[in-house]
């Protein structure tokens, strides 16, 4: 067990957790940022409530939503780390996972501050149906993003973590890769999404998505097709998206930057900090925060 407060021996145990060999494409990275992101995108900004303090996926309310299939892997993944770091919180140690997974997988450091608490204050819990529906379009994006407080720089920005993993049918009814190797955070998926020809597919469940095949791989060497959510492709119909997808598809390390600021600032929805970045009143007052 280490010292409380030792957050880089907790760092240190979530590296030794990413390694999977016989999980999905040998890493847990890619699950442990949608856990990341997914504990906290359920903030909404006019009425203070949802975000990561509470660590909600833990209970039925919320680890039951069905937005949030398959991220009980990703808890449990995080399991050894908690047990063996016991005064850390679940809201922190998801939330750190996400940070420490990008980083490994070649991506920026993002800022990530401690302080979150399992406190779960029942007026804030966030009804279901707020994280994004990857079926929909720009409309349905804007609605879901604005609702956290982010502008369209920042929801292109955001979506590029779809860099990272894939879709499972056990979980979303989606089914493969954004990009060749999603194990590695780069600005691959933009330039996918810019450059090749993406073919509407529906697939043996009826979900609906956008398929790439590369047509001139021998065909032993066919490898899995590529693929985009209709939320995906929503960024290139719309003029606003279209600006930062062609930006962050030319330059990587504005996007890096730009992720780096965007999801810093996701994992903070909800958390407020006094100004040498203390949370203020969370885990001693029940009935709420101090605003
Ligand atoms: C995976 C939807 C935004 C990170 C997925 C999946 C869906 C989805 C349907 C497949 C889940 C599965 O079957 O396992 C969306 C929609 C978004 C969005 C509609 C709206 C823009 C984000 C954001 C992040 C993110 C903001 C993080 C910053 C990921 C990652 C995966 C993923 C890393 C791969 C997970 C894995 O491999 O297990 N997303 N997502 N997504 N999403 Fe998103």
């Not at 504990?39 to 039951?64: C, K, L, P, Q, W």
């Not at 609605?143 to 499972?168: K, P, T, W």
């Not at 956008?210 to 693929?227: G, T, V």
């Not at 600021?261 to 969370?282: A, C, H, Q, W």
């Amino acid at each position: 067990m280490s010292q409380s407060g030792d957050y880089d021996a907790v760092r240190k145990d979530i590296v030794a957790q990413l390694k999977k060999p016989d999980y999905d494409d040998g890493s847990a990275g890619p699950v442990f940022v949608r856990l990341a992101w997914h504990s906290a995108g359920t903030y909404d900004v006019a009425s203070d409530t949802g975000g990561s303090n509470g660590a909600g996926m833990r209970y039925e309310a919320e680890g039951g939503d069905p937005a949030n299939a398959g991220l009980q892997v990703a808890r449990a993944f995080l399991e050894p780390v908690k047990e063996r770091h016991p005064w850390i919180t679940y809201s922190d140690l998801w939330t750190l996972a996400g940070v420490v997974a990008v980083k490994e997988m070649g991506g920026p450091d993002v800022k990530w501050l401690p302080g979150r608490t399992d406190f779960v204050d029942d007026s804030k819990l966030p009804p279901r149906g707020r994280l994004p529906d990857a079926a929909q379009g720009a409309d349905h994006l804007r609605h879901i993003f604005y609702r956290m407080g982010f502008n369209d720089q920042e929801i292109v920005a955001l979506s590029g973590a779809h860099n990272l993993g894939r879709g499972h049918k056990d979980r979303s009814g989606f089914d493969g890769p954004w990009v060749n190797n999603p194990t590695r955070f780069s600005n691959q998926y933009f330039r996918l999404l810019l450059n090749l020809e993406w073919k509407p597919t529906t697939l043996s469940n009826g979900v609906k998505q956008f398929n790439y095949s590369d047509p001139d791989a021998p065909a032993d060497e066919k490898e899995e097709p590529l693929m985009m959510l209709p939320t995906d492709m929503s960024l290139l119909s719309d003029s606003s998206f279209l600006l930062w997808v062609k930006k962050y598809a030319d330059d990587k390390d504005l996007f890096f930057q730009h992720f780096a600021d965007v999801f810093g600032k996701l994992l903070e929805l909800g958390i407020k900090r006094d100004d040498k970045g203390s949370v203020i009143n969370t885990d001693n007052v029940r009935g709420g925060y101090v605003s």
